[in-house]
């Protein structure tokens, strides 16, 4: 199905990958856009992607990475908008990949796949090739508990970035969560609008991540960001409550 994808591949500070990704993933099925959120970087992220082939947004500044999601879903509505031979067109479904996938992005197309089938409004990936990380697994764990608490499910990789979902879904979890908590509280805001959630098998791989210094400033930042979309949803308060299901 040509011209039905496009790719949205937030990026900070990840000049010696992202050109690998935006070349695996413009081989996807169906992926005719590819939008890479620059979000600050320091380095040739930007250049790199442009070209590698993408079209390039830049935040002048870091902004995190929930921002750059909805800065890149904007600038895939304004394209479709500016391609259009004709008004009203089907609006792209959105996939959204990290920038380190490198090679492994061209195997991310079956996440596409129950959502352009209908039986998804949302897919999240679960990798078969596990990396092993210099982590424990908290942030993981307390991001898993508090789906599971909030929706009665729990994903096996909760924190991953990798998904497909209709333009639809997206703006029914906007605004997202900020920086890392994006992904947790997409989770449970499409979950309680009663849309349909679920995980595909992918063989996609990250980056190995360490002990070092950088990897546990992240790990903390992850576990912040994390812990903010959580208490926003909690019983009583404003995100829990449920909202009327969007149409397509």
Do not use: Y
Request: hydrophobic share 45%; net charge positive; proline share 7%.
């Amino acid at each position: 199905m040509p011209g039905d994808l496009a790719v949205i591949i937030p990026a900070r500070n990840e000049a010696d990958r992202i050109f690998a990704t935006v070349r695996a993933a413009a081989r996807l099925p169906g992926a005719d856009l590819i939008v890479v959120v620059d979000d600050g970087s320091s380095d040739g992220t930007a250049a790199a992607a442009e070209q590698a082939g993408a079209r390039v947004i830049r935040h002048p500044r870091n902004r995190g990475k929930g921002a750059a999601l909805e800065t890149g879903a904007a600038a895939v509505r304004m394209l479709e908008t500016s391609r259009a031979a004709e008004p009203g067109p089907a609006p792209h479904l959105l996939l959204l990949l990290d920038a380190d996938l490198g090679e492994t992005a061209a195997a991310a197309g079956p996440l596409a796949e129950p959502v352009r089938a209908g039986t998804a409004d949302m897919t999240i990936a679960v990798f078969s090739n596990r990396v092993r990380r210099g982590g424990f697994g908290i942030v993981t764990a307390i991001s898993g508990a508090g789906i599971e608490r909030a929706t009665g499910w729990r994903p096996v990789q909760p924190l991953n970035g990798q998904r497909c979902l209709t333009r639809a879904a997206f703006d029914a979890a906007r605004p997202l969560a900020p920086g890392w908590g994006a992904e947790t509280g997409m989770t449970i805001d499409l979950m309680r609008r009663g849309l349909r959630v679920t995980e595909v098998e992918v063989p996609l791989a990250h980056r190995a991540t360490g002990n070092d210094w950088a990897s546990q400033v992240h790990r903390a930042r992850q576990l912040a960001g994390v812990s903010r979309a959580l208490a926003v949803r909690a019983p009583g308060t404003l995100r829990s409550r449920p909202a009327r299901r969007p149409t397509a």
